[in-house]
């Protein structure tokens, strides 16, 4: 608890987590990605589009490193204000909802913000039940839970090519 100038008391809430969820993957899936660049580069070299064979070894680049190389850990706070997320404060007037998954270990606490710029916002939430409690009732005082957390495009397009892939 925290004091403010008229001496209300303030809750917060401080816990120190991984910044996104990390899964190692297989190095089968690196092969199968290499294939696949090199097919589509061989395709756009007949079309003579060397920019999008840049694009698709720049994205492959960035993916690789996202699986090889762990998250590391960020403070994450939630207070009678709003929440703090990477030095900024983003008020609860700002967020219209909040959800939580299960992405296998971790959960996932989902802001949804009300402005257009960024639609959401991704925390992983304490290993510890009690902690993840206090959490949840803090946020029920200020904003709506969602009980089904909202699938984003992005979120739908990953989880088609991990189907097709058979990437888990």
């Known amino acids: 608890m925290l004091e403010s100038q008229n001496n209300k008391k303030i809750r917060a809430i401080e816990w120190e987590a991984p ?10 899936l690196i092969k199968l990605l290499v294939a696949l660049c090199v097919v589509l580069s061989l395709l756009f070299l007949f079309i003579t589009e060397y920019v999008l064979i840049f694009g698709v070894w720049v994205v492959l680049f960035v993916y690789y490193l996202r699986i090889t190389i762990p998250p590391q850990n960020g403070k994450h706070k939630i207070s009678d204000f709003g929440v703090y997320w990477y030095g900024d404060i983003i008020p609860f007037s700002h967020i219209h909802a909040f959800s939580i998954s299960v992405e296998k270990p971790e959960q996932i606490l989902r802001l949804y913000n009300n402005n257009n710029g960024l639609s959401s916002v991704s925390l ?17 005082e200020h904003i709506p839970r969602l009980e089904n957390p909202v699938e984003t495009d992005t979120e739908k397009v990953a989880r088609f090519f991990s189907r097709v892939l058979n990437i888990d």
Not at 125 to 138: A, F, M, S, V, Y
Request: glycine share 4%.
């Open 19 to 28: 910044t996104h969820v990390y899964k190692k993957r297989s190095p089968h």
């Open 124 to 140: 992983i939430l304490p290993r510890e039940e009690k902690g993840r409690e206090q959490i949840q009732t803090l946020l029920e």
